[in-house]
C-alpha cells in the first residue's frame, strides 16, 4: 500500500507522458531490451526493504528448492529408464525391436533435462548478479523463450515470458531474469504456477517497487489432444507491488511487451 502511495506521487508529478522510448543496450542479447519511461525518474524512493511486506507470507518460498542433485541422476536412471521399458509395452511395443532398445535410457535421460530445474536453486543463480544501482525506471526483458513440462499429462507446453520490474535502488543482471525463467520452467508445472513463482523470486531477490510476470505458451496437451486448437495460447500474468495497485504502470509495461 504504501508503495502504492509514494508511486502514484511520483506519477502526479508529471502526468502521462508515456509514450516510452525503447533504448536496446548494445551487451545486451537479441531478445533483451532495456525500456526507460519518463515518468518513472523522478520522485521519492522508497526505502530498501518496504517491498518485502508485499511478499513476506511467501518468502522462503524458493530459498531451499533444490530437490535433485546429479548424482541423484545417476541413481534414478537405470529404475526411470525401466519404467519407460514399461510404457512402451504398454503401448504395444516391443521394447526389444531395433528402434527402441536405447529408447528407455533416451527417454530417461531426456526427461532429466526436461526437468533440470529442480537441480538448481534460485538462489544460485543470484548470487553476485544483484547489484546497487541508483536506477528507477522499469527494466523489461521480453521474449524469454520458454520450455516446460506439463505436470497433468507430462508433454511440453512452450512460449515466451515477458519481465518488468521497477527497481527500488537494487537491479539484477539481465541474463540472470532468464536464468530464473529456465530454472522454474525446468520442472513439472502449470503455466500459472510459473508465472507466479518468477514474480516472487524477483520480488524476494530485489524488493522493487513493483514486478509484471506475463507468458504466453501453448500447450502439448491441448493442441495435440481433444479438440486440437492448433493455434491456442494461453496467457497468465501475475502483477505485484505498484504493478498490481497502480493501472498506469501495469498498462505502460503492457503496452510495451507487445511494441
Ligand atoms: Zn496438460
Known sequence: MELSKQHQLRQNEKP??????????????DRTFIT??????????????????????????WK??????VEDNEMSLPSLAAAYTTILRGLGEDPQRQGLLKTPWRA????QYFTKGYQE????????????EDHDEMVIVKDIDMFSMCEHHLVPFNGKVHIGYL??????????????????????????????????AI????QPAGVGVVIEATHMCMVMRGVQK??????????????????????????????
Open 167 to 200: 527497481p527500488n535502488k537494487r537491479v539484477l543482471g539481465l541474463s540472470k531474469l532468464a536464468r530464473i525463467v529456465e530454472i522454474y520452467s525446468r520442472r513439472l508445472q502449470v503455466q500459472e504456477r510459473l508465472t507466479k513463482q518468477i514474480a516472487v
Open 108 to 111: 530417461a535421460t531426456a526427461m
Open 203 to 206: 520480488t524476494e531477490a530485489l
Open 121 to 132: 536453486k534460485i538462489t544460485d543463480v543470484l548470487n553476485d548478479a544483484i547489484f546497487d
Open 230 to 259: 492448433m493455434n491456442s495460447k494461453t496467457v497468465t500474468s501475475t502483477m505485484l507491488g505498484v504493478f498490481r495497485e497502480d493501472p498506469k504502470t501495469r498498462e505502460e509495461f503492457l503496452t510495451l511487451i507487445k511494441s
Open 36 to 61: 526507460r519511461s519518463p515518468d518513472h525518474s523522478r520522485g521519492p524512493q522508497v526505502a530498501p526493504g518496504e517491498a518485502s511486506s508485499h511478499s513476506a507470507s511467501i518468502m522462503e518460498s
Open 64 to 69: 531451499e528448492e533444490r530437490t535433485r542433485s
Open 16 to 29: 502521462a507522458a508515456s509514450t516510452s522510448t525503447s533504448a536496446v543496450n548494445g551487451h545486451l542479447e
